[in-house]
């Protein structure tokens, strides 16, 4: 049992680990993060000494959420893998972490409803599984950086769905072009493959909505197209059944969740080979400063929930949302996860997996700049620990 692992043995964030192929040195991981500096939506220069600052020997990073295709974009300036000049510009950014000893997927994303005209061709309405727009209560950048309103979606006709299955595979294929190691499927924080899952939102009577088998059927169709391009063993997929993020709500995250891992699994085993893991956002997660309404019980509670997915998911588990230091030595101790993923300290930290080791203090991060353009302000010039020293 995972809870057994006591004494001497218990791995910690640093303890070595082997996922699928690769050999990871350390078990602290870069969470995808929208970050806004991807000029045109082509990846440049700042974004290869962003992710160049954070990768360690043996360390895994995850891009920020790379758009499938140009319906797929709900933010400014964020980067595609659907072009040639995209995937060129991947690769040196690829290229930088490999030089570095790293190793680094790309994280296929599509906003779905979470989206606005003046992103989409033609100015059309963004697709999603509903027309029910995202509520008031949250907020779309827009390009001048004003917030708007998100607008009423469209709903996908069942037999443009293959369709954008077919974009996750093309994607997939572009970034293993680029030289990544492998990429994740966004499922999550209520983009288009979680409006899909959610029955909160999924108000579909076709084969793709009602049931949860029926809900899940987009994400499978989306992992199955993928592992068949590109191998089981470079597809990870990242799921927030708890996060009610953009209004992503369901009535039973623990059956939706352990409904999507029974699946997996099941599809695991006919390809004979596992995925290269399964991401869960727990729900201590909030994005733009902005926490999800309602209460999700209490820390015990969360836990448990966290470990029901964990304990039915075969295969390599990564947790992200809200983790400190303490937060992630626990969780891999106790065998709540394998992997812990970092986001916001990780900003402002490009050495966070040195500072987490030292137990050293951590620079603060500006939420003003989260989202911002600049190549460099709040994006590349945080100081590693080295720097800081040699001021004092």
């Known amino acids: ?154 709903p996908l006709a069942t037999h443009e769905i293959p369709q954008v299955v077919e974009d996750y595979r093309l994607a997939a294929i572009n970034a293993i072009q680029a030289g990544f190691d492998g990429i994740e499927i966004h499922g999550a924080h209520g983009y288009l493959l979680d409006q899909f899952m959610k029955d909160g939102i999924n108000d579909r009577t076709d084969e793709y909505g009602g049931s949860l088998d029926n809900r899940c059927k987009f994400l499978l169709q989306v992992v199955r197209a993928v592992a068949a391009a590109i191998g089981a063993d470079r597809v990870g997929v990242r799921i927030s059944p708890a996060i009610d993020h953009l209004d992503a709500m369901d009535s039973d995250p623990r059956s939706l969740g352990l409904a999507v891992i029974e699946r997996l699994n099941k599809l695991q085993f006919e390809l004979g080979s596992k995925l290269s893991y399964l991401h869960v956002t ?29 304990g039915a998911y075969v295969g ?5 949302g809200g983790y400190t230091r303490e937060l992630g030595l626990e969780a891999v101790a106790q065998g709540d996860a394998d992997l812990v993923a970092y986001g916001r300290l990780f900003i402002s930290n490009p050495d966070l997996v040195l500072r987490l080791k030292l137990n050293a203090p951590l620079n603060r991060y500006v939420r003003a700049t ?10 590349t010039d945080y100081p590693s620990l080295d720097k800081v020293n040699s001021r004092l």
């Open 370 to 379: 989260f989202y911002t353009h600049h190549p460099v302000v709040g994006y």
């Open 316 to 320: 390599t588990f990564i947790c992200s």
């Open 282 to 310: 727990q729900p201590r997660y909030t994005a733009y400063g902005q926490t999800e309404a309602g209460s999700h019980g209490s820390e015990e509670e969360i836990g448990q929930l966290m470990r029901s997915w964990r």
């Open 1 to 154: 049992m995972k809870q057994s692992i006591m004494g001497d043995n218990k791995p910690t964030l640093f303890s070595p680990y082997k996922m699928g192929n690769l050999n990871l040195c350390h078990r602290v991981v870069l969470a995808p993060m929208t970050r806004c500096r991807a000029v045109n939506s082509i990846p440049n220069e700042a974004l290869v000494e962003y992710y160049r600052q954070r990768t360690t020997a043996g360390g895994f990073l995850i891009t920020e959420g790379t758009m499938i295709s140009p319906t797929a974009a709900g933010f400014p300036h964020v980067p595609g893998i659907f072009t040639r000049e995209q995937i060129e510009g991947w690769k040196k950014v690829v290229d930088a972490v490999h030089k570095q000893g790293g190793l680094i997927f790309c994280q296929l994303w599509h906003v779905g409803r979470a989206s606005h005209q003046v992103y989409q061709p033609d100015g059309d309405a963004p697709i999603s599984s509903t027309n029910k727009p995202i509520s008031n209560k949250w907020k779309i950048l827009m390009p001048d950086a004003t917030y708007g309103r998100y607008p009423e979606p469209r």
